[in-house]
């Protein structure tokens, strides 16, 4: 193996995990509303919502962790009005999911040119310092995986404890419940409304984060619309993981090497149009849904209405 | 008794207009604080909205010519929708069909008038039934979810037909990445002197005539809706579903690329590397707001096309910045479908209160 290889194999597992974070936030996040029996189609939405609201909250105070906790609120908030309108107004998921997409794809960005921001002299100055784990970051080929920042190691602990979360806990117990068979929940007095407003305020808000993470540690700049199908990536992730955050994990990997991939293909000079580099993502995603059907194991009340007797 | 059911169907009818005209009123009300935090005056700012889309000949003319795509975009969402086929790609669908309506209306030449622009019409509908049926042939085949394949094919749509214009279909006496622009055999005759209101206009009321027609005056329409409904019964009377389901996607993704042909051929003559139109996503809005029916989705993508236009006029003239237009038209969305809740409570007790 000579150096340059393990250059370039260095860099793709970086890359790898930079476009894997925010789609695996925004994934976890749909995944926990989904296990509720609700499905989020307002994932791109919230994902910019967290993006704009974390550049925001860092550009005012210069703190990451006011923007982090910006997008945090900006997820919640909207978690709540998703809710309300989906819970009690019996809105349907589908058309709120879009009305939300829409407002912030107009929200952000009209917000941003009031902000009257652009360019170098607003960018996020204070990128999330990385954490070098001892030892482990020397190891060759493997080494970048332990020199992330905050988020990513929130992620890892974030993935393993949902996998627990739902199988162990009462809480998780019951969002399953409710999202497998709401009438039998409520039933045994299982709260259905509270439980699914839970699941789908948190899912919003790991949503948000995810966008967070893009301005905060990798774009370190908001910029128009810069989700960009990610959050229906993540959405798409959640059904090629059959709802579990494992199968969730690996299928945003494989998101995120198909997407560092196509970035080493333009950087080593091969030559193709750059749309086209673009497109892997979405072409990848079509495959996986392709390949990824008959499995299934969605919750069996996903998507449906919920009427109180 | 007959007479009866007809005031109390009027009676609905008129709730129906008036909780969702206040819905929409909310709406703007929303858009009217969003204004005010940008620190200008919303009532000025709505008025160069309102001027701005009606209040000049241009004005009604820009307005008129935005509409036709969103009004094609509102019928391709609600026909598909009536199928229970979730056409989220319409974006792309528009895309293609432009291409096709591009590709003719570029590389062949020689032919009198109508039948070229009825040539590049019917390749526009093709190609946009086309991109529809990769979606349909992976659910059909694979039993991929075509909700999410639709909006991948989007973005796909989208960047193929960049390439293309920056390679092999650019015009080469041009320093930007376009296309060459369609003969003049192709182009969609105006018909509002003064304005940039085109043919277009008339196919698109045609257009929906008949779907109209066709979904709820024709046995076909009804079996249509009836899968839509209740596609257990619709199996028992003896309908076919994955035929229905078929139709109506074809019709759906004919539709759309209809909207991009008639927009290219009427108004932009050309693509530019980049263009996002935005009228297919916009489409899927109006035609939830006009919920399904055509006449409902004329009012609404009237609205949005009005919101549009108006949203430049409020850039140009006070500095509001143009994606408020998104914000806004999210807002009414969202209004409009809380409003629906309302509606059917208030429906519930009317239909009982008569009986």
């Not at chain 2, 026909?79 to 229970?84: E, P, R, T």
């Not at chain 2, 590389?107 to 070229?116: F, K, M």
Request: hydrophobic content about 55%.
């Amino acid at each position: 193996m000579d150096s340059q290889f393990m250059i370039i194999i260095g860099i793709l597992l970086g890359s790898t995990i930079r476009y894997t974070v925010p789609i695996l936030y925004a994934a976890l996040g749909g995944l926990i509303t989904e296990k509720a029996g609700v499905l989020n189609f307002a994932l791109e939405g919230l994902m910019l919502a967290g993006a704009f609201f974390a550049y925001y909250g860092n550009l005012v105070t210069g703190s990451i962790l006011v923007g982090v906790l910006c997008a945090l609120a900006a997820g919640a908030l909207t978690g709540l009005i998703l809710s309300i309108s989906i819970l009690k107004y019996k809105a349907s998921q589908l058309v709120m999911g879009i009305g939300i997409n829409i407002f912030y794809l107009g929200l952000t960005g009209y917000f941003f040119r009031i902000i009257g921001s652009s360019g170098a002299e607003t960018m996020v100055d204070d990128l999330l310092g990385s954490i070098h784990i001892p030892l482990l970051e020397d190891i060759p080929l493997i080494g970048v995986l332990f020199e992330q920042n905050i988020l990513v190691y929130l992620l890892v602990v974030l993935v393993i404890f949902t996998a627990r979360f739902f199988n162990k806990t009462t809480i998780g117990l019951n969002l399953k419940a409710v999202g497998e068979n709401p009438y039998a929940a409520a039933a045994v007095g299982v709260d259905v409304i509270k439980n699914r407003t839970l699941a789908i305020v948190v899912g919003s808000m790991l949503a948000a984060l995810g966008g967070g993470v893009m301005t905060l540690t990798m774009a370190r700049v908001f910029l128009e619309n810069m989700v960009n199908g990610r959050g229906w990536i993540a959405f798409t992730a959640i059904i090629l993981g059959r709802y579990s955050s494992k199968g969730v994990l690996i299928g945003c990997l494989v998101f995120g090497a198909a997407t560092a991939l196509s970035d080493i293909v333009q950087i080593v000079g091969i030559d193709i149009p750059y749309q086209a580099a673009l497109m892997v993502p979405y072409i990848i995603t079509i495959v996986a849904l392709v390949l990824s059907v008959g499995g299934g194991n969605a919750p069996a009340a996903l998507g449906a209405r919920y009427d109180r007797e | 008794m007959s007479s009866f059911d007809s005031s109390l169907s009027r009676r609905i009818l008129r709730m129906r207009i008036l909780v969702t005209g206040l819905a929409v009123v909310v709406a703007f009300l929303l858009g009217s604080a969003l204004v005010a935090l940008a620190g200008i005056n919303p009532l000025t700012a709505l008025r160069y909205l309102f001027s701005g889309a009606l209040g000049t000949r241009h004005g009604i003319g820009e307005t008129l010519t935005r509409f036709i795509p969103l009004f094609l975009a509102t019928l391709s969402f609600a026909i598909a929708m009536k199928v229970h086929f979730y056409n989220v790609g319409i974006e792309g669908q528009i895309a293609l069909g432009s291409l096709g309506a591009l590709l003719v209306g570029v590389y062949v030449t020689g032919l009198p008038a109508p039948i070229h622009i009825l040539l590049c019409l019917t390749a526009s509908v093709v190609f946009g039934i086309l991109w529809l049926s990769v979606a349909g042939f992976l659910r059909f085949r694979f039993g991929a979810n075509e909700l999410l394949t639709t909006v991948m094919l989007n973005y796909i749509a989208i960047y193929l037909i960049d390439i293309l214009v920056e390679t092999v279909l650019k015009d080469p006496n041009s320093l930007i990445n376009q296309s060459q622009k369609i003969a003049a055999t192709a182009k969609l005759p105006r018909i509002m002197e003064g304005t940039t209101v085109h043919l277009g206009l008339v196919f698109a009321a045609i257009v929906g005539f008949i779907v109209y027609y066709y979904v709820w005056r024709t046995p076909g329409g009804f079996e249509l809706r009836a899968v839509g409904a209740n596609s257990k019964a619709a199996k028992y009377a003896g309908i076919n579903p994955a035929k229905l389901i078929i139709i109506g996607m074809i019709i759906s993704g004919g539709l759309a690329g209809l909207g991009g042909g008639l927009n290219l051929l009427g108004y932009q003559s050309r693509w530019v590397s980049g263009t996002f139109l935005g009228y297919g996503f916009d489409g899927i809005g109006a035609a939830v707001m006009g919920q399904y029916h055509p006449l409902g989705m004329a009012f609404s993508a009237l609205l949005f096309a009005i919101i549009r236009v108006g949203g430049g006029a409020m850039q140009r003239s006070v500095g509001v910045p143009y994606p408020l237009v998104h914000a806004l038209q999210g807002i009414v969305i969202i209004a409009v479908i809380i409003s629906a809740y309302f509606i059917e409570k208030r429906t519930e007790k009317m239909t009982k209160g008569g009986q």
